[in-house]
């Protein structure tokens, strides 16, 4: 079963960020966040990952509670073309984890013009 | 650099055959995971090969099974066909050598129908 928890779907204007939230209660000290997304009859897209410190990359930023039971992803200035679905992964560094990523339902982030 | 490849792209058996689908990585990437993505269960993991070895398996019935080359290119088989196995088949790569830091690319995917 999926560690975490996301709203099933959003809005965000574009232009406007997009802050995408994600339960995982029961993460444990050696696992990270992921997140993916996927747009329609794509494969899934890596966006970032952190384990407990806020990251930024070309795509978004990632910003990871201290008691690191929920985090945000946000895109800073949503385009029509970030309409998918985004997927919270919580995967632990090596172990029986080895090349498995264990996908939730996602939220279905929708931009409007 | 090039993206991860699977062919064919669409695919359509009756049931009770066999099919096999093929994913080529990223150049340099040594870890190939396959995924089976439908309405209802959504994206699942099937197996993961390193180094021509499986190394973590997914929750699907011995029909599934997959292999790996020395060069890294993974095919996966699925035999006895049953109308469920109609699915998007993803395959993904990763440079991951055992430190488990699961940034994957995934290919576009093979879009599998059983009639």
């Known amino acids: 079963d999926a560690k975490t928890t996301q709203p099933p779907s959003m809005d965000c204007a574009e232009g406007r960020a997009a802050n995408l939230p994600c339960n995982h209660s029961t993460i444990s000290g050696n696992e990270y966040v992921y997140w993916y997304r996927q747009i329609h009859s794509q494969g899934p897209q890596y966006i970032i990952h952190?384990?407990?410190n806020n990251e930024t990359n070309e795509m978004a930023s990632l910003i990871i509670t201290e008691d690191r039971k929920s985090s945000t992803l946000i895109l800073p200035h949503a385009t029509l073309r970030d309409t998918a679905v985004y997927y919270c992964?919580?995967?632990?560094?090596?172990?029986?984890?080895?090349?498995?990523?264990?996908f939730g339902q996602g939220t279905i982030l929708t931009v409007h013009p | 650099k090039a993206g991860v490849t699977q062919t064919p792209r669409y695919l359509i058996k009756t049931r009770g055959q066999q099919v096999t689908l093929s994913c080529s990585p990223i150049s340099g990437h040594r870890s190939v995971s396959w995924y089976q993505q439908t309405p209802g269960q959504g994206l699942q993991f099937l197996f993961e090969y390193f180094s021509e070895t499986q190394r973590n398996k997914g929750n699907f019935p011995g029909r599934f099974s997959g292999r790996q080359f020395s060069n890294s290119r993974s095919e996966m088989n699925v035999s006895t066909l049953e109308l469920g196995d109609s699915a998007l088949y993803l395959c993904?790569?990763?440079?991951?050598?055992?430190?488990?830091?699961?940034?994957?690319?995934f290919g576009p995917g093979t879009r599998l129908t059983v009639l």
């Open positions: 993904a790569s990763s440079r991951n050598s055992g430190t488990g830091v699961n940034e994957q690319f």
């Open positions: 952190g384990l407990k």
């Open positions: 992964i919580v995967t632990e560094a090596g172990g029986t984890s080895y090349g498995k990523l264990t």
